[in-house]
């Protein structure tokens, strides 16, 4: 990281300051955290790309299975890096890196080793996948990730220091050249496949490095969410894009939807009004609002815009209230965003629990702001007939099936007296 070491040596003093307070108010002496262990594939000796544990990330951006961070009150952390004989792999000493002075470390060649040099464990808590290898170094059993003390870990995760508002930025400008050059390969009538490794090819890493696979779907593939395939024939009138970077452990969150000259006009100006409503949506965001207001909000305005395009046949209340909104925009408003990207608060099912449960956001925190509207025949299917048949234009909705559907995601940093709209700096 050029130019910003100092954020780094800050960013380490906050996390040793709220660690200490941390392990005092739980009544440990020390926290160890493991990079994780590698994953083989069922009756395979194939490794699946290694995950680090995002407590071990949130310290230093040390890629690799097996290493240990040692943390105790007023020491500096302990890094026991794992370096072993091994001519299969490369495993490289550390020697030039911005972070390694913030660090005691030690190097050892086998993981019994590491754990042997973390020490006297009786009082320690353990974050990581290896439970068996903690209890054999003398960690008891309910201070293997204690789930009070992750809880509070992973709360804190979600105030961005600025360090790691540095790395999530530096991970938009490195996403927003693959957008720009994904969209070029897209007009010339690039495929699917073409598309995404135009992507690759511009942010300038492989595929195991990103924080997520792509979502790269032309047409009505827009309207599978997690669209999963690159199909290497064939071109489209709509692209959807999802894609981020991941630097330092930090990933953004990506999503750009484009529509060729020669698309449905009625689609082009579907688009054209969302990306509107998207930038709306995201000046919402401040300090003490409920995330879940702006997620109710984008449904009432969503249901406004597709009435005035004559899509369905109510307004954006009355729509609401037959809860057709939901056909249209099955997902969430966004999620959190940092070393995982649906951060702590936001996995899947916390997000949703979240959003119905008055989750508040504040300063320095990082979230997306992702409004979509698809074109999905198995949930619209459901309204064909019955009550709210009537409320919809079947005529357009045909129509405009084959356009697949809309997605426009930001990263938001919620800035003191406002949004802070990390991504548009970088992708307008
Ligand atoms: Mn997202």
Not at 195 to 215: R, S
Not at 286 to 313: F, M, Q, R, S, W
Request: proline share 5%.
């Amino acid at each position: 990281m050029t130019g910003s070491d100092s954020l780094y040596q800050e960013h380490v003093r906050t996390r040793q300051a709220k660690a200490e307070a941390t392990l005092t108010a739980h009544g440990f002496d020390s926290l160890i955290l493991s990079s994780g262990k590698p994953f083989t594939y069922f009756a395979d000796d194939q490794e699946a790309p290694l995950h680090t544990t995002p407590h071990f990330t949130h310290w230093l951006p040390l890629a690799g299975a097996g290493n240990l961070l040692v943390v105790r009150p007023g020491i500096k952390p302990q890094l026991i890096h794992l370096v072993p004989d091994d001519f299969w792999r490369e495993h490289q000493p550390i020697t030039d890196s911005f972070w390694k002075e913030e660090f005691d470390i030690v190097e050892v060649k086998s993981i019994e080793h590491a754990w042997k040099i973390a020490g006297a464990l009786a009082h320690a808590a353990y974050i990581g996948d290896e439970p068996e290898r903690a209890r054999a170094a003398g960690v008891i059993d309910t201070n293997i990730n204690p789930a009070e003390l992750v809880a509070q870990l992973d709360t804190e995760r979600s105030y961005k220091t600025p360090y790691e508002v540095a790395c999530i930025e530096e991970a938009q400008a490195r996403a927003a050249a693959g957008h720009k050059a994904a969209k070029i390969i897209f007009e010339k009538g690039g495929s699917e496949l073409a598309i995404h490794q135009a992507y690759m090819a511009a942010v300038g890493c492989t595929e195991n490095e990103l924080p997520y696979e792509t979502i790269t779907a032309l047409d009505k593939k827009a309207a599978i969410l997690h669209y999963q395939h690159k199909r290497a024939q064939g071109s489209g009138t709509v692209l959807l894009l999802d894609a981020g970077f991941g630097y330092n452990g930090y990933a953004s969150d990506i999503t750009r939807t484009w529509a060729l000259e020669s698309a449905d006009p009625l689609f082009k100006e579907l688009l054209a009004r969302m990306e509107t409503l998207q930038q709306e949506m995201c000046a919402q965001v401040l300090p003490n609002i409920v995330y879940a207001d702006v997620h109710l909000k984008a449904h009432l305005c969503i249901g406004t815009l597709l009435n005035e395009l004559g899509i369905i046949t109510v307004s954006g209340e009355a729509a609401m209230e037959h809860g057709i909104t939901k056909a249209f925009f099955p997902h969430g408003i966004g999620h959190m965003l940092g070393i995982q990207v649906h951060d702590v608060g936001g996995t899947s099912k916390t997000s949703d629990e979240r959003l119905h449960k008055s989750f508040i956001l504040e300063e320095g925190q990082v979230i997306t702001i992702e409004p979509g509207v698809y074109f999905i025949p198995m949930l619209l299917s459901a309204h064909r007939s019955g009550v709210t048949a009537p409320l919809f234009n079947w005529d357009l909705i045909d129509r405009l099936t084959p356009s697949g559907g809309i997605r426009i995601e930001d990263d938001i940093l919620v800035g003191k007296t406002g949004p802070i709209n990390l991504t548009r700096k970088y992708l307008p």
